[in-house]
T-cell receptor, first 114, second 116 residues
């Protein structure tokens, strides 16, 4: 079956450091890929998405590129802020699946210290 | 826009009792609502998918008679945990997909259930 694997956390970085959170997937078809973020006490929010190979999703300084050859969708940000502290989830979904069910990775907790 | 609420945010119940969790889309109509369960340090696991006015589709391994899902309107879905046991203690999260939109699911803040 389909699965998403993302790096184990927690990740602790100093403010303005470079962030990479690795995400790889296993899928039988050609899924769409997503990064969701969950801030403390809040629901998951869509951070960015990519729907086909070589697409780059970006939002709030975060970027991720859909790499079909390496089945990866790594999340990056050049300079993190304290406000980026949250749990980040990588996920995939099939557009042809009718209900667009999401398959999630386990989540990576990021803490940014001043 | 696109806000999903859940009620209650936290509930404690005794073993053997039932508890109902509500999921509401506040400013949009939801074709489909999803219910997830999240264990500590684990991923969100899809429990069931519900479409307004029809029976929910449960994932393999999820007991239909234990986790009753009702999606009676385009803005409300409920999850009832029947005859709850301590192993049902978990964080339950709902999400909703807006009518006419494809990919994006809007998530509620979750409900923490503790069964004593």
């Amino acid at each position: 079956g389909d699965s998403v694997t993302q790096m184990e956390g927690p990740v602790t970085l100093s403010e303005e450091a470079f962030l990479t959170i690795n995400c790889t997937y296993t899928a039988t078809g050609y899924p769409s890929l997503f990064w969701y973020v969950q801030y403390p006490g809040e629901g998951l929010q869509l951070l960015l998405k990519a729907t086909k190979a070589d697409d780059k999703g970006s939002n709030k300084g975060f970027e991720a590129t859909y790499r079909k050859e390496t089945t990866s969708f790594h999340l990056e940000k050049g300079s993190v802020q304290v406000s980026d502290s949250a749990v980040y989830f990588c996920a995939l979904s099939y557009s042809g699946a009718g209900s667009y069910q999401l398959t999630f990775g386990k989540g990576t907790k990021l803490s940014v210290i001043p | 826009g696109a806000v999903v609420s859940q009620h209650p945010s936290w509930v404690i119940c005794k073993s053997g009792t039932s508890v109902k969790i509500e999921c509401r889309s506040l400013d949009f109509q939801a074709t489909t609502m999803f219910w997830y369960r999240q264990f500590p340090k684990q991923s969100l696991m899809l429990m069931a998918t519900s479409n307004e006015g029809s029976k929910a589709t449960y994932e393999q391994g999820v007991e239909k008679d234990k986790f009753l899902i009702n999606h009676a309107s385009l803005t409300l879905s409920t999850l009832t945990v029947t005859s709850a046991h301590p192993e049902d203690s978990s964080f339950y999260i709902c999400s909703a997909r807006e009518v006419g939109r494809s990919y994006e699911q809007y998530f509620g803040p979750g409900t923490r259930l503790t069964v004593t």
